[in-house]
């Protein structure tokens, strides 16, 4: 077993018995920590395959970012009308029956694909990434997406928007309701 | 002769052009943003948002045909087909769901208008436009990544308008279970487009196509299998087919009206759209199409969920009482109807030329649906009010002497709900039952498409006796509270008048819509391009 | 010895897949349903990243596709956020009233 196994054998075990507590574990705030874990695996594995912005950016937006919303949200709360509701063996049971059933189709589809031999060179770097993102294709033949990139900057605008706005409402609350629905 | 990458910038550089009244559309949503924060009127929100739409409606006309000539003037005298390379491809449906989106747009501003106030009037019509935007995208972005996020352009602000206009719980409780199902959906969408990169290696919609239906011309891989499964499932829950609908009746009946208008329409169009788009049935490979090779699995799934959705959705109309939530069974049972000019067309033989390709059926089904359902909330946004608010079928009663006139819209809409001769629906029904019965195949799935017709118009049957209902509470009941005398907004009432002369228009000349959704929908196939798919 | 190829990379993201639906299909908390997609995201992200690697066409395409999810699954946990914290604040309303009275 080269290095090169071994690391990806660590990295894979790691993310995926991580991701398994998040199923696992019954406190929203562990599950938290697990998903944590399960993205630092991933971003590790994303370096893994020389994709090292992607790694970076995974740490820095999501584990950084996204997951510090998750947990407050989780923090905040977690004394909510659906906290702790233990899961009924029957749930277990069909929900964790069906993955299982899900999960051994894909890994059939999986095993029989036809792998392409491994090629050594590296993944181009953020540079080329970055162009391409401003629409400057680095080779012909490629596409460019600019225009993808202009469309996240516009769900981000609103998202924006959006959050300012809910968080906003809050501070004024039952005077704007022109026909509130108790039915 | 252009070379290949004289062609790409070219396609790249021309591309701003063919996305004009999209920008136009998100540039008016920005500046209701800031709008919304210097002014917060209603009115002057409204007035906005009505100059942007009527802009991008200038700039769609002053384009007319013209961006389907440039874009084909980028490869003249060479040999590669801009389907495979271009990031934007306005031919096919790309003109018609960009008419189609800012048609609605249109409706549902005016919608909005009783839902609105001046606090909140930027916020909720800035949203509107950028989902107007996102909407005209879907049918003319050529790329698996534009696709995706043109539909989270659409996904996005939905959950914002369902949680802008009213805050009482039962919207609340609507608005995170759409949230938390739609974003699902998204997930599921994104690993099923995630096989198919793994598949090809390449994004562009059309190479991605003509790669597969290369490699599937024997049979059809399990991971392809598995990948266009897990996509119609996501879309499955767009279009609110079974078994992905269990979401719509409560969000029909939390929701603010104006919104479910919305959701009503514009998650099924797009949902249809982009499904007929990666399923390749818009323009066709020359190879065959993409997921079907020599099996008909791919039919016979959609043929199940058709069947079993517009049987599903009328069955359990027939037991409702709540107005909305009757519309939102009513829905997935017409999803049900729209799904079978999808069958017909994934189990056409790759040569044969019918006079209805089934795609075309599907549209004019959708077009003659969003008339009818969105006219009909607009009734029920107009004859709402807070000392008689409409919530049951029995609400109704009285209508017709009350308000004779919108009771009488009422009634055309229901009609065309139900299939009436001289409306609408009724064409579109036509259309997507012959096509489904004239369908050019062979024997064993000849027989199975013609029980699809029968089992739909039965359908339509049962389908009459809940619309029927709802015109005799109008009739011939007497009013639950005493009319009331408060001023009501026309706007509303203006939108559904709009509708109603479509529904009729097309109803009694289809051709008015059905020769642009047929132009919309050729059966040409697209060469497979050596030079792109020898990249593989 | 065997070579962890695309296909190892598969299973794990199935993996990660059957997990998140796992969530879905047990967790009765909002949040726990989003950690949820969050894992589904992820698998799809890897396949993405993985498949950028190992088909050797272009490189870049599935690192785009990548960055941009990433962007947009930071933008759903936010409007994620704000609307389960107003639905926590409106369905506890009953509870939460005399808290809201005392901080004015």
Redesign the interface.
């Given at each position: 077993?080269?290095f090169?196994?071994a690391l990806?054998?660590i990295l894979?075990t790691a993310?995926?018995v991580s991701?398994?507590g998040?199923?696992v574990s019954s406190s929203?705030i562990r599950?938290?920590i697990w998903?944590l874990f399960?993205?630092m695996g991933?971003s590790g594995?994303?370096f893994f395959?020389?994709?090292e912005?992607?790694g970076a950016?995974?740490l820095i937006?999501?584990v950084g970012?996204?997951m510090v919303?998750?947990v407050?949200?989780?923090m905040?709360?977690t004394r909510?009308?659906?906290?702790h509701?233990p899961?009924g063996l029957v749930?277990?049971v069909?929900?964790?029956g069906?993955?299982?059933a899900?999960?051994a189709l894909?890994?059939q589809a999986?095993?029989s694909?036809v792998?392409?031999?491994?090629?050594d060179t590296a993944?181009?770097g953020t540079g080329?990434?970055g162009l391409?993102?401003l629409g400057v294709p680095?080779t012909p033949g490629?596409?460019a997406?600019l225009l993808?990139?202009e469309i996240?900057s516009i769900?981000?605008l609103v998202?924006?928007i959006?959050?300012a706005y809910?968080?906003r409402a809050?501070r004024r609350?039952t005077s704007t309701h022109p026909e509130a629905d108790h039915g | 002769m252009k070379s290949l990458a004289d062609v790409q910038n070219a396609l790249l550089a021309g591309a701003v052009h063919f996305v004009l009244p999209e920008v136009v559309l998100v540039g008016t949503a920005c500046l209701l943003f800031v709008l919304a924060v210097v002014y917060p009127r209603r009115t002057a929100a409204v007035g906005l948002a009505l100059i942007g739409l009527t802009w991008a409606v200038a700039l769609t006309y002053s384009v007319g045909s013209g961006e389907t000539t440039a874009f084909w003037a980028f490869v003249e005298g060479t040999p590669y087909s801009p389907h495979l390379l271009a990031a934007i491809d306005p031919t096919g449906l790309a003109a018609l769901i960009r008419w189609l989106a800012l048609a609605s747009g249109f409706i549902f501003v005016l919608l909005a208008w009783p839902e609105i106030q001046d606090h909140n009037a930027g916020e909720y019509l800035g949203c509107l436009l950028v989902m107007i935007a996102g909407s005209s995208l879907i049918g003319r972005v050529n790329d698996?990544?534009s696709l995706?996020?043109a539909l989270?352009m659409v996904s996005?602000p939905t959950?914002?308008l369902l949680?802008l206009p009213l805050?009482g719980?039962g919207e609340?409780?609507a608005?995170?279970k759409y949230?938390?199902l739609s974003?699902?959906s998204s997930?599921?969408l994104?690993?099923g487009?995630?096989?198919l990169?793994?598949l090809t290696?390449?994004?562009n919609l059309g190479a991605l196509l003509a790669v597969l239906s290369a490699a599937h011309q024997h049979a059809i891989t399990p991971m392809a299998l598995i990948a266009i499964l897990m996509v119609i499932a996501a879309f499955g829950f767009r279009i609110s087919a079974v078994p992905f609908q269990f979401y719509a009746p409560d969000v029909y009946q939390g929701g603010p009206t104006g919104v479910v208008a919305q959701i009503a329409f514009i998650p099924k169009f797009i949902g249809f759209v982009a499904l007929v788009r990666v399923l390749g049935l818009v323009i066709r490979p020359q190879d065959g199409l993409p997921f079907e090779a020599s099996t008909t699995l791919i039919p016979l799934v959609l043929w199940v969920m058709a069947i079993v959705t517009m049987t599903f959705g009328n069955v359990l109309a027939l037991l409702q009482d709540d107005l909305k939530r009757l519309l939102a069974y009513s829905g997935i049972a017409h999803s049900g109807y729209m799904l079978i000019g999808i069958v017909v067309a994934c189990g056409l033989p790759g040569n044969s030329t019918p006079a209805l390709s089934g795609v075309d059926a599907t549209l004019f089904y959708l077009i003659a649906y969003g008339l009818m359902t969105v006219g009909a909330f607009a009734l029920i946004l107009y004859w709402n009010s807070q000392e008689r608010p409409i919530r049951t079928i029995d609400n109704l009663g009285g209508l017709g002497e009350s308000h004779p006139l919108s009771a009488a819209l009422m009634t055309v809409f229901l009609f065309s709900l139900i299939g009436m001769p001289m409306t609408a629906g009724f064409a579109g029904k036509f259309m997507l039952f012959v096509s489904a019965f004239e369908a050019p195949v062979e024997p064993p799935m000849q027989n199975l498409y013609r029980i699809l017709a029968v089992v739909a118009a039965v359908n339509a049957a049962i389908g009459a006796v809940y619309y029927l209902r709802i015109v005799g509470v109008m009739y011939l009941r007497d009013p639950l509270h005493p009319v009331s005398s408060a001023r009501r907004a026309v706007l509303p009432l203006f939108a559904a008048c709009l509708c109603a002369i479509g529904t009729v228009a097309f109803g009694v000349y289809p051709r008015l819509i059905a020769d642009s959704t047929q132009q919309a929908t050729p059966l040409v196939e697209v060469p497979g391009n050596a030079a792109v798919v020898a990249?593989? | 010895?065997v070579?962890?190829?695309?296909?190892?990379?598969?299973?794990?993201?199935?993996?990660?897949?059957?997990?998140?639906?796992?969530?879905?299909?047990?967790?009765?908390?909002?949040?726990?349903?989003?950690?949820?997609?969050?894992?589904?995201?992820?698998?799809?992200?890897?396949?993405?990243?993985?498949?950028?690697?190992?088909?050797?066409?272009?490189?870049?395409?599935?690192?785009?596709?990548?960055?941009?999810?990433?962007?947009?699954?930071?933008?759903?946990?936010?409007?994620?956020?704000?609307?389960?914290?107003?639905?926590?604040?409106?369905?506890?309303t009953v509870n939460v009233e005399n808290a809201?009275d005392l901080k004015g």
């Open positions: 077993m080269t090169h196994d990806f054998l894979a993310s995926a991701a398994l998040v199923v929203i599950s938290a998903l399960m993205l991933v594995l994303y395959l020389g994709a912005f992607l950016a995974q937006v999501y970012g996204t919303l998750v407050f949200g989780g905040l709360t909510g009308p659906f906290d509701v899961v749930g277990w069909l929900g964790g069906l993955s299982l899900l999960f894909l890994v999986s095993l694909f792998s392409h031999p491994r090629t993944l181009p080329p990434l391409t993102l680095e490629q596409t997406y993808p990139f996240v769900h981000l998202v924006l959006a959050a809910l968080a809050k609350p | 698996l990544v995706f996020l989270e996005i959950y914002v949680y805050r719980r609340q409780e608005a995170v949230f938390l974003i699902l997930g599921v994104l690993f487009f995630s096989y990169y793994g290696g390449t994004t990249r593989m | 010895m070579e962890f190829g695309f296909p190892a990379f598969l299973v794990l993201s199935a993996f990660l897949f059957a997990c998140g639906l796992t969530c879905l299909a047990t967790k009765r908390n909002a949040i726990g349903i989003l950690m949820g997609v969050e894992l589904i995201l992820n698998a799809a992200n890897l396949n993405f990243v993985a498949a950028a690697r190992f088909v050797p066409t272009f490189r870049l395409e599935g690192q785009v596709f990548a960055v941009l999810v990433i962007v947009l699954a930071a933008a759903e946990a936010a409007v994620a956020l704000a609307i389960f914290l107003n639905f926590y604040n409106n369905h506890a809201t």
